[in-house]
């Protein structure tokens, strides 16, 4: 059944107070106050999703705020919450190849573009990454240019050097793993995962 309504509230991290909202399916969002400010963070979920945004909680930010705790402090790796994010097709494509990629490692653009069948398509990829509204659960900060550069971060290149620094740390590697040797999960499997919605924005 349709969500009626998304609650949202702020919920603490190291890096900086964070925004987060959910449906009764999943959650949407979360982002840093920082990124643009709570206006026009609100302003562009509301855009997107057109449900009335209630200040409160539910289980998935009250799950949400537990993951997050535990992954600052290096005991959790894959979050669990359950997502409800709305996007075009392309970008749930891409924000499914987001999360296969594991913790402590990192994808090129120009590797996801590959991975979804556009090797040419590295520009849309980052676009794709910009309009991930869900930070540090799909982890559009795992993702850097083949040289090694960070690129872009819409919270900020620090926060994206601290959070791969963090899963470097928590994976006990010197380095990051940036091939693609690992085993991947299933695309569709991680599409099931984000709930069935391909509306455009």
């Known amino acids: ?100 990629i594991p913790y402590g490692q990192t994808r090129s653009y120009g590797d996801i573009a590959a991975a979804v069948g556009k090797p040419k398509a590295s520009r849309a990829v980052g676009r794709a990454n910009g309009a991930n509204y869900l930070a540090i659960v799909i982890p559009c900060h795992r993702v850097i240019e083949a040289g090694g550069g960070l690129r872009g971060y819409g919270g900020g290149l620090w926060r994206k050097q601290f959070l791969l620094e963090l899963e470097r740390k928590g994976s006990g590697q010197e380095q ?11 695309t569709g499997s991680i599409l099931d995962i984000m709930g069935h919605d391909t509306s455009t924005t």
Request: aromatic residues 10%; negative net charge.
């Open 1 to 100: 059944m349709p969500s009626h309504k998304m609650s949202y509230r702020s919920l603490p991290s190291p890096l900086g107070e964070m925004i987060a909202g959910a449906t009764d399916e999943g959650v949407s969002f979360l982002e840093w106050h920082a990124r643009g400010g709570l206006e026009r963070i609100m302003q562009r979920v509301q855009k997107r999703y057109r449900l009335p945004l209630v200040e409160g909680t539910n289980p998935h930010l009250d799950l949400l705020e537990h993951n997050l705790t535990e992954y600052f402090a290096n005991r959790l790796r894959v979050f669990s919450v359950a997502l409800d994010v709305k996007g075009t097709p392309f970008e749930r494509q891409i924000w499914a190849e987001l999360l296969g």
């Open 176 to 186: 990051f793993v940036t091939d693609e040797g690992s085993e991947r999960m299933n």
